[in-house]
């Protein structure tokens, strides 16, 4: 029978939207039935009693998810416990491995400790410096962080992190776990 999956994203500057998107193609091509749908714009009657498993994709800022993502965690966490579940976790620290200040697990760990959710998978995704949409002041603190973590510093160009060979690989394995479970 095929999956119904609700993948449910939050984002602020677009990349996890994209990367969303992205995913939910390829658990499409895998042959799930996927509602790609933005956190804060959830039908009030939403419930995750109609999915077979729930994707949930966000980005990290200042060491945290979105907080409506989170408030949408903490508000389903009993069910999402009781169900597949994956966290795709963006960062740009993904993107750096073993060289990152705080390690992505770390990210996850914070959101699990908040939430009460501990999800079945957690992706890694790197994200990306979207220098180009970024205000100055976003611009300059950016700037300095990519520099410190030997980044691209040349703020006229937006640099993509995001492997999407992995995410293809990722959203394949979590299609194969629901089909054989
Ligand atoms: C203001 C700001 C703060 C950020 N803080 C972190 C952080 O604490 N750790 C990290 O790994 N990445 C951090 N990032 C990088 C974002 O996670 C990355 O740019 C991601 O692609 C954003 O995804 P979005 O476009 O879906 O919001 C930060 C980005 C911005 C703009």
């Given at each position: 029978?095929?999956?119904?999956?609700a993948?449910i994203?939050?984002?602020?500057?677009?990349?996890?939207?994209?990367?969303?998107?992205?995913?939910?193609?390829?658990?499409?091509?895998?042959?799930?039935?996927?509602?790609?749908m933005?956190a804060?714009?959830l039908p009030l009657d939403w419930t995750p009693a109609n999915s077979?498993a729930i994707v949930v994709?966000?980005?990290?800022?200042?060491?945290?998810?979105?907080?409506y993502v989170r408030d949408f965690v903490e508000r389903h966490a009993d069910d999402l416990n009781a169900m597949?579940t994956?966290l795709?976790?963006?960062?740009?620290?993904?993107?750096?491995?073993?060289?990152?200040?705080?390690?992505?697990?770390?990210?996850?760990?914070?959101l699990?400790?908040?939430t009460g959710w501990s999800p079945?998978?957690?992706?890694?995704?790197?994200?990306?410096?979207?220098?180009?949409?970024?205000?100055?002041?976003?611009?300059?603190?950016?700037?300095?962080?990519?520099?410190?973590?030997?980044?691209?510093?040349?703020?006229?160009?937006?640099?993509?992190?995001?492997?999407?060979?992995?995410?293809?690989?990722?959203?394949?394995?979590?299609?194969?776990?629901?089909?054989?479970?």
């Amino acid at each position: 029978m095929q999956k119904r999956i609700a993948l449910i994203y939050g984002t602020t500057e677009g990349q996890t939207r994209k990367i969303a998107e992205h995913v939910a193609q390829a658990l499409r091509k895998a042959g799930a039935d996927v509602a790609l749908m933005h956190a804060a714009e959830l039908p009030l009657d939403w419930t995750p009693a109609n999915s077979d498993a729930i994707v949930v994709a966000a980005s990290v800022h200042q060491a945290q998810v979105q907080p409506y993502v989170r408030d949408f965690v903490e508000r389903h966490a009993d069910d999402l416990n009781a169900m597949p579940t994956a966290l795709v976790l963006v960062s740009l620290n993904a993107a750096l491995g073993e060289m990152a200040d705080v390690p992505p697990p770390e990210y996850a760990k914070a959101l699990r400790d908040q939430t009460g959710w501990s999800p079945t998978v957690v992706e890694h995704a790197a994200g990306a410096l979207r220098y180009t949409e970024y205000n100055w002041l976003k611009r300059m603190v950016m700037r300095k962080i990519a520099g410190d973590q030997g980044m691209s510093t040349d703020t006229s160009r937006d640099v993509e992190f995001t492997d999407w060979e992995a995410l293809d690989r990722f959203a394949k394995a979590f299609h194969d776990v629901l089909r054989t479970a």
